[in-house]
């Protein structure tokens, strides 16, 4: 699946729970400034197309556009991954890949770290099969 772009509107309503279906969203917190955020950009886009599931959704967000989406959300700093647990008429629940324990020098992020939190996360939510979910 190919990474949407979120604008406030559309990021306010995945944390309110304006939905139709239940899914998870990937969503990449970043910077036009941020040179680790552009270089991070295509291995969030390939991530985003070898995704398996289709309960599972990348998105990408310009903090720029509510500069203070960080301090609400709970994280600090760019680039960052959100994973928002989506369903109707509730509040979204929201985990924060962490930082890695080795950041790479160029990206920051790492596919293998990110890819390996998503499918944790999955398989806590009790998807039983999470083979092939992201193949980095």
């Not at 609400?72 to 680039?79: D, I, Q, S, T, Y």
């Not at 928002?84 to 293998?112: C, G, W």
């Not at 990110?114 to 998807?127: Q, S």
Request: hydrophobic fraction near 35%; glycine fraction near 4%; charge should be negative.
């Amino acid at each position: 699946m190919k990474v949407q772009r979120l604008n406030k509107s559309a990021l306010l309503k995945l944390l309110d729970g304006k939905v139709e279906d239940e899914a998870t969203c990937v969503i990449k917190f970043y910077s036009n400034t941020c040179e680790l955020c552009h270089n991070f950009h295509s291995q969030y886009a390939e991530m985003s197309t070898r995704a398996s599931r289709k309960e599972l959704h990348f998105f990408a967000f310009n903090i720029a556009d509510h500069p203070t989406a960080d301090y609400e959300l709970g994280f600090e700093g760019v680039p960052t991954l959100v994973l928002l647990d989506v369903s109707p008429h509730r509040a979204s629940q929201i985990t924060i890949v962490p930082d890695p324990e080795h950041p790479h020098p160029l990206t920051y992020l790492t596919t293998t770290h990110v890819a390996d939190f998503i499918g944790n996360h999955l398989r806590r939510k009790n998807f039983s099969d999470t083979g092939g979910l992201i193949d980095v």
